[in-house]
Nanobody
């Protein structure tokens, strides 16, 4: 698996927005997803997108607030996060997902992720 590089995290206040990016060079024809892991919790699925960007899938916690997209020409997958809440505080990771469900992890390993911290 090609290394994945997540970026765009930071410290924001509740209600603000952030856009995360994931460089996916070499994985242009793969379905990709975003996951997150909060302190003391297991890693969980957030959003997934198929190889051409025409199908997406979201966790209930992300619906209506987050948008996953991809720029095929730039080999990048994005996660636009709006109306952020303190519960969204976590390390966010991107990785391969199953092409049928768009939510099942199919990668070999995890990158370093990008920290998102939402203050109340």
């Amino acid at each position: 698996q090609m290394p994945l590089l997540e970026s765009g995290g930071g410290l924001v206040q509740a209600g603000e927005s952030l856009t995360l990016s994931c460089a996916v060079s070499g994985l242009v024809f793969y379905s990709m997803g975003w996951f997150r892991q909060a302190p003391g919790k297991e890693r969980e699925f957030v959003a997934g997108i198929n190889y051409n960007g025409k199908r997406t899938q979201y966790a209930d916690s992300a619906k209506d607030r987050f948008t996953i997209s991809r720029d095929i020409d730039k080999n990048t997958v994005f996660l636009q996060m709006n109306s952020l809440k303190p519960d969204d505080t976590a390390v966010y990771y991107c990785n391969l997902v199953d092409g049928a469900t768009l939510k099942t992890f199919r990668g070999d390993s995890w990158g370093q992720g990008t920290q998102v911290t939402v203050s109340s």
